[in-house]
């Protein structure tokens, strides 16, 4: 048997065998994420069909918890899960350089955003005004001494009370990439009311839109999966993903109101009776039944391999097999390995 498709079922049995709808959560999918990238890296254009359909049940199971997470209130997981970056970076600009050897005199984050596109070109891409880069991407920009230094953002941490410490007159000249930065006394940045007005605080909002960039290394799990299966699976696949996560969207925005009266909603003793036909019919109570289906794709497509599965792209079937893997890949968009030529070396964050 290919080796590929050996990988490919020992990968899908495995992950078969250790769902645990109790305990699932988005460490479990992130690491079977890992091992099917592991598989998939060098892989034939030929096995394509096999690893989008293997995606797509890592998909499958993100629904699933985004639905569990939505119907249970935990608006926390549910955000890391769609919407918040598993690891971003915050690049801390040398501003005072910058503005003496290059005359920059609007905002040089934005002067420096539009260096690193002109350096890199199509390797760049912005989210929401986030840079989206391979980190070793930026190493030039730290050796031409236009960043002093790049730091991962805590995940769970406000960005104002993680970077409080950085903010000092001289903290410019003093920093050195790669240094352990204490924090240091804050002097002459602005101060604003904080907590009642009892305390205050430095403006760190006004700082970090002016000193930093922030550069999303390692996105959501559900973007990321999105971002494979987005030109590989069928448009009518991914309409249907998108109306489950958007009416999970709709289940948490749902509890949320509810939950202004009562603690526990739905889940409370004194919600009326008459209440739950609308509740039962919000809330996701979603089930295995689509993970079952893209399993059932995958065994006919591992039966027969002249099967071709209409959950998938029609792109997956037409294009020459000997054309160059890489390419291929390229071409369909199936870019979920970010390998950066040139320099390799890692980041001190």
């Not at 992950?15 to 690491?31: H, M, Q, R, V």
């Amino acid at each position: 048997m290919d080796m590929t498709i050996a990988d490919l079922i020992r990968f899908n049995e495995f992950l078969d065998s250790k769902i645990d709808l109790n305990n699932l959560d988005e460490e479990f999918i992130t690491l079977r994420q890992v091992e099917l990238e592991s598989i998939s890296k060098n892989s034939d254009v030929k096995y394509l069909p096999f690893i989008a359909l293997s995606y797509a049940k890592l998909m499958e199971l993100t629904v699933l918890l985004a639905g569990k997470y939505a119907d249970n209130y935990q608006m926390v997981d549910f955000g890391d899960l769609v919407a918040n970056p598993r690891h971003m970076d915050v690049c801390i600009l040398n501003t005072e350089l910058i503005t003496e050897n290059y005359g920059i005199t609007g905002s040089i984050p934005l002067w420096f955003k539009k260096q690193v596109h002109e350096c890199i070109g199509s390797r760049y891409s912005e989210d929401l005004g986030k840079m989206a880069v391979a980190p070793s991407l930026l190493f030039h920009f730290v050796e031409r001494g236009l960043l002093l230094r790049i730091v991962k953002k805590e995940r769970h941490k406000r960005l104002s009370d993680q970077f409080r410490g950085f903010i000092t007159d001289d903290a410019q000249s003093d920093l050195k990439y790669g240094e352990k930065v204490e924090p240091i006394a804050h002097n002459r940045v602005k101060e604003l009311g904080c907590g009642r007005g009892k305390l205050h605080c430095p403006d760190v909002a006004s700082w970090l839109a002016g000193n930093t960039v922030l550069n999303i290394v390692k996105d959501s799990l559900k973007s990321d999966l999105m971002n494979v299966l987005r030109e590989i699976m069928s448009e009518n696949y991914l309409k249907l993903i998108n109306q489950k996560f958007e009416k999970a969207h709709n289940s948490l925005a749902y509890i949320n109101m509810g939950r202004k009266n009562f603690v526990n909603y739905p889940y409370d003793e004194e919600v009326p009776i008459a209440e739950w036909a609308d509740i039962n019919h919000t809330l996701c109570h979603f089930t295995l039944d689509g993970y079952a289906l893209i399993q059932s794709e995958l065994d006919k497509s591992f039966s027969s391999p002249c099967y071709k599965s209409p959950f998938l792209n029609s792109l997956l079937y037409s294009i020459p097999k000997t054309q160059d893997t890489n390419d291929q890949k390229h071409h369909l968009g199936f870019q979920h390995h970010l390998t950066c030529p040139g320099n390799h070396r890692e980041l001190n964050v």
